[in-house]
């Protein structure tokens, strides 16, 4: 009898410990599950907030790019003709597909016999378009920045060769310098047609041996230098 009372003792307190055991993983099961509840909580929070910041930044961007566009389109058309137009290709398509693919490809369309044509401006001989869609691009990056210090320049469309379209340039550089109220310096060895829209114009010159002077000259006296080299005649009309 006294053997068997011991042992139902063991038992109860074997028990009592498997139920304190029991209790205390219980105890730790729900605090582990707090933990995962709250993580849970924190995740849904931190992936709602990175969809949120995507979506406002992928807006900003958006309406960036499309004032890019605008600007780089305006000054095609002023240059070439009206028919182009900056294109920024973000591979939108490519990424709501569930493709990971972040690129932002500049393009130009333009009207050939009626028919759009659209290139990668980089593959275009010449480099005319090139320079003509960076420097619209740095004007909206200075408009977007507020900056409102004189902007240099220093050999810009020296691949733009034909005369019609340095002309076009340089009008589109003076309608911008009137339009945005912006002092443009610009070194150029096509005084004949910049220097027709220039308010000053100064000649920077180098004999051997010698340090270089600058000396200021007018539009008219540049025509007529050129005209005793080539023994023709110039117009000073705009």
């Given at each position: 009898m006294d053997d068997f009372n011991t042992r139902i003792n063991n038992?109860?307190?074997?028990?009592?410990?498997?139920?304190?055991?029991k209790e205390t993983l219980e105890k730790n099961i729900k605090s582990l599950q707090g933990e995962?509840?709250?993580?849970?909580?924190?995740?849904?929070?931190?992936?709602?907030?990175?969809?949120?910041?995507?979506?406002?930044?992928?807006?900003?961007?958006?309406?960036?790019?499309?004032?890019?566009?605008?600007i780089g389109s305006e000054m095609l058309k002023y240059v070439y003709d009206e028919s182009y137009n900056l294109i920024f290709d973000t591979h939108k398509t490519a990424r709501d597909n569930g493709e990971v693919d972040f690129r932002i490809e500049i393009k130009t369309s333009n009207l050939i016999n009626g028919q759009e044509l659209i290139t990668n401006p980089l593959t275009q001989k010449g480099g005319g378009v090139c320079e003509t869609i960076a420097f619209a691009l740095k004007m909206a990056v200075l408009n977007f920045s507020g900056y409102n210090?004189?902007?240099?320049?220093?050999?810009?469309?020296?691949?733009?060769?034909?005369?019609?379209?340095?002309?076009?340039?340089?009008r589109c550089l003076k309608s911008y310098s009137v339009n945005h109220k912006r002092q443009i310096i610009f070194s150029t060895h096509r005084a004949d047609v910049f220097g027709k829209f220039a308010d000053n114009i100064y000649r920077v010159e180098r004999e051997k041996d010698k340090p270089s002077t600058v000396r200021d000259i007018s539009y008219e006296t540049i025509l007529e230098e050129l005209a005793e080299l080539n023994n023709v005649s110039f117009s000073y009309d705009s």
């Open positions: 038992i109860k307190i074997d028990l009592m410990k498997k139920k304190g055991a995962i509840e709250s993580l849970q909580e924190e995740s849904s929070i931190r992936t709602k907030a990175a969809i949120f910041l995507n979506q406002v930044l992928d807006e900003q961007r958006n309406k960036s790019l499309v004032e890019f566009e605008k210090g004189p902007l240099v320049l220093d050999e810009s469309w020296k691949s733009v060769s034909a005369d019609t379209k340095i002309d076009s340039v340089a």
